[in-house]
């Protein structure tokens, strides 16, 4: 992006502040919906900064522009700041994030503006908490971007349609039943759902409104016996509208969802997930109305993956190995030719092979390519102004990282595999076994049914640990069926907290994906999709019932890449089992070239 613009839109900004009396502004990278991946309409971070990231707040004040992010895009942003005038403030434990910095900064009657809309509620309670033991005022109800952000795109009119029927094991009528048995639990007459794959889920439609993610933009407010869902009618075919109606669920207008929440009246109680909903989505509710405040029903019943849901995981699993077998082939064949190929050419061979099986539908998240020192960049991505070549000096060699995926009809897949380019040396090994030692062992854990998510990640890097070695990034997200690519309750990662909201239940699906990242040389990280499975047991124990991870991805690990020393007796048998499964799901599916490839990287070490 040009810097100069970035500089005029910042100083624009600081007029437009100081002509609302306001000391500072916070733009999150957030929409109504608290969304990962956001439509272009929301995208103001980015417009302000230039930083591509999907993680970020940026804070201006009249002498200050700072963006607060995380290490998996450090030096990216720093990249992408620099000659901004906006400061990179690296989030890490012990370092003050934006809300520590303009506590601190601002003083007794100062004001911050933060838009309403794009701020959850569970985020205002931060800010306010700090700010009113220093007198800062917090303002909500202004847009200030809209006087300086003339050109700002529309919102998304993508049409919604169906998932299609035969890979549905629940009506829409069935899961609202559901989410209305979780509402009475909790002692609610009425739920807000603002997190579109909720919505996504419970309505069986999908949508385009998002990249990367089959959503469209909504909010669903139901009670005992009404659910409406508020989404842009002209979004809408009869078809669909005569599938809501036949499901108990009516349509509104997308812009009605304040109106509606401001009918509700003392004698209502309405349940909402505080990180999931919106403040400015409650600007019209009653002060005197009271709330439920902890996570949707909607979100454990859609993290719990049906046998059949699973089955049809399984099966787009066995398309995505097909197809990466396809392209490993013709990848390493151009290569073996002298051809000149880029991170670009990966990506966009990867859609094409992809594209190629039943019940594709799009990426599901841009796909990561990284030679070399970009691989130690977890979040890289390679754009047409900048991208690498996968070249290697004579006698050198190098690393290249693929985290790739693709949302099927049938199921959302999420693949990491690192491939050697020229010759690949003894550290080279000696890193990708380390890693592979970490993957294996979350693999084969043995845990206890409903322990918290986070507890497991220890088990994954115990390997890298005893190394005296690590990675920035959690082990594993939860995996959507035919929806958001992170997904949760659950989250395999020692820094997040442990509320029972994020316990292990059969039928979850998460990645198992440990990394290593040398800044500046190479980065590794091996990930697969597992589904939690209960333990066979010969008899019933005192301990209770202990689950276990059932691999679900089918692509061979690069055996090349392996240091077999390193690895002890019980990590070679499970990589040999594991290839052995991926010939036999595989073999029937490729031929020639491919059949070829898959015969050779799936070989007993």
Request: proline share 4%; hydrophobic share 40%; with cysteine.
């Amino acid at each position: 992006m040009n810097k100069q613009a970035i500089h005029e839109r910042i100083a624009n900004l600081r007029s437009t502040l100081a002509a609302q009396d306001l000391t500072a502004i916070i733009v999150p990278s957030a929409d109504p919906h608290l969304s990962e991946y956001l439509p272009e309409y929301w995208q103001a971070r980015l417009w302000l900064s230039g930083f591509t990231g999907s993680v970020g707040t940026l804070v201006v004040t009249a002498d200050f522009a700072g963006l607060w992010t995380d290490s998996r895009y450090w030096v990216h942003a720093a990249d992408q700041l620099e000659g901004t005038g906006i400061t990179l403030e690296k989030l890490a434990p012990g370092q003050p994030n934006h809300i520590d910095w303009l506590a601190e900064h601002l003083q007794e009657g100062d004001s911050v503006a933060v838009d309403g809309n794009v701020l959850s509620i569970a985020e205002q309670d931060r800010l306010l908490n700090a700010f009113d033991a220093n007198d800062i005022t917090l303002i909500t109800e202004r847009d200030v971007l809209t006087e300086i952000w003339t050109d700002r795109p529309a919102l998304p009119a993508a049409k919604l349609y169906a998932h299609d029927e035969q890979f549905l094991a629940q009506s829409a009528t069935s899961k609202l039943a559901a989410v209305r048995e979780g509402m009475a639990e909790a002692g609610a007459t009425h739920h807000l759902l603002s997190s579109l794959d909720d919505i996504a889920w419970l309505t069986n439609l999908r949508g385009a409104d998002v990249d990367y993610n089959p959503v469209f933009l909504s909010h669903m407010l139901i009670d005992a016996d009404k659910a409406t869902l508020f989404v842009d009618i002209n979004k809408v075919n009869e078809d669909i509208a005569q599938s809501l109606k036949d499901s108990g669920i009516t349509l509104a207008d997308y812009s009605a969802a304040q109106e509606a929440l401001s009918a509700l009246t003392p004698d209502d109680l309405l349940l909402l997930d505080p990180s999931k909903v919106a403040v400015g989505t409650l600007s019209k509710m009653a002060d005197d109305v009271g709330f439920i405040e902890q996570m949707a029903p909607s979100t454990l019943l859609k993290s719990v993956k049906s046998d059949a849901d699973i089955d049809h995981v399984r099966e787009a699993m066995r398309q995505d190995g097909a197809a990466l077998a396809e392209f490993f082939a013709t990848f390493e064949q151009r290569l073996a030719n002298g051809e000149r190929l880029s991170e670009l050419d990966v990506d966009s061979m990867l859609i094409d092979v992809r594209s190629r099986q039943p019940h594709y539908v799009s990426p599901s998240f841009p796909t990561i390519a990284g030679f070399n020192e970009n691989g130690a960049l977890p979040h890289y991505r390679a754009t047409p102004e900048k991208f690498s070549y996968l070249d290697v000096a004579e006698g050198k060699g190098g690393l290249l990282l693929i985290d790739s995926g693709a949302q099927y009809q049938n199921g959302t897949t999420d693949i990491t595999r690192v491939v050697g380019i020229g010759q690949v040396t003894a550290e080279h090994k000696r890193d990708f076994t380390i890693v592979l030692k970490a993957h294996i062992a979350l693999a084969r854990a043995h845990f206890p049914d409903g322990i918290a998510s986070p507890l497991i990640d220890a088990i994954c890097r115990a390997p890298l640990w005893q190394a005296q070695m690590d990675y920035g990034h959690g082990t594993g997200h939860g995996v959507g069926y035919f929806l958001n690519v992170h997904e949760g309750p659950q989250v395999i990662a020692y820094s997040a907290s442990t509320p029972k909201e994020r316990a292990m239940k059969v039928g979850m699906i998460s990645s198992n994906e440990p990394g290593l990242y040398r800044e500046g040389k190479w980065g590794i990280r091996i990930e697969n999709l597992v589904v939690n499975t209960p333990v066979a047991k010969p008899t019933e124990t005192e301990f209770g019932d202990f689950l276990n991870f059932e691999t679900i991805t089918y692509c061979p690990i690069d055996t090349r890449l392996i240091e077999p020393s390193l690895l002890d007796q019980t990590e070679i048998n499970w990589l040999n089992d594991y290839h052995s499964q991926v010939f036999a799901e595989l073999k029937d599916r490729v031929e020639g070239a491919a059949l070829e490839w898959l015969t050779e990287r799936t070989k007993a070490i």
